[in-house]
């Protein structure tokens, strides 16, 4: 069974779109994440989200919502997409700050 | 602050012989310390961590690193390269309430 599971895994869309994308983890965390790895490789912090709680919410264009509807389900959606969106999108899940799981990762272009 | 550097973005050896990935963090109080490791078209898979314990920290895949406070560094090695260990690997300190990455060093393993 996979731990933290995001869909799609791969996703092509056209400039000024909305996409969603969706995670589940199954390791009964209460943490979820949404980092962003750019074509460089570097990988930062978008939001954290404590029980459903947003926690963490780095600067990010508010063009990029979550939604939490329970522990277990972090979704991504984003409005308005921009080539400059294009990027790897990863979601994690953690019991303590320190343990992270990551899922598989969406990679997201833009055209 | 808390920060990491990851001294070479791209490390290449022979099979067989020894791996060295150096990474120097800058932290404002006793870190944690992590390494992940991401093949390609993966997400990431945590390594090893030091939480101020041992500072000779064994992780998988035969895979250690040591926490020295002197010198602020904490470098990944492998006595022996496998094919399979060519991937990109991330350093990370532990910030106050998230992760801070590494910019990563790709390792490459040639026959």
């Known amino acids: 069974d996979t731990a933290v599971s995001q869909t799609p895994k791969y996703l092509v869309t056209q400039m000024g779109n909305d996409k969603s994308i969706k995670c589940e983890q199954n390791l009964g965390h209460d943490t979820m994440y949404w980092y962003k790895q750019d074509s460089k490789k570097f990988l930062k912090i978008m939001f954290s989200y404590n029980n459903k709680e947003l926690i963490i919410n780095e600067t990010v264009p508010n063009r990029f919502s979550p939604k939490s509807p329970d522990k277990a389900h972090l979704n991504l959606h984003i409005n308005s997409l921009e080539l400059g969106d294009s990027a790897v999108y990863f979601c994690?899940?953690?019991?303590?700050?320190?343990?992270?799981?990551f899922g598989e990762g969406s990679w997201l272009t833009v055209v | 602050a808390q920060s990491v550097t990851q001294l070479d973005s791209h490390v290449s050896v022979s099979e067989g012989t020894p791996v060295l990935l150096r990474c120097n963090y800058s932290?404002?109080?006793?870190?944690?310390l992590f390494w992940y490791v991401q093949h390609p078209n993966k997400g990431l898979q945590l390594l090893l961590k030091y939480t101020s314990a041992a500072t000779l920290v064994k992780g998988i895949n035969g895979f250690e690193a040591e926490f020295k406070k002197s010198e602020t560094s904490f470098h990944l090695t492998k006595p022996s390269a496998h094919m399979c260990d060519a991937a990109e690997y991330f350093c990370?300190?532990?910030?106050?309430?998230?992760?801070?990455f590494g910019t990563g060093t790709r390792l490459q393993v040639f026959p």
């Open positions: 932290s404002s109080y006793s870190p944690s």
């Open positions: 990370v300190v532990s910030g106050p309430d998230k992760l801070i």
């Open positions: 994690a899940s953690s019991q303590d700050p320190y343990t992270i799981y």
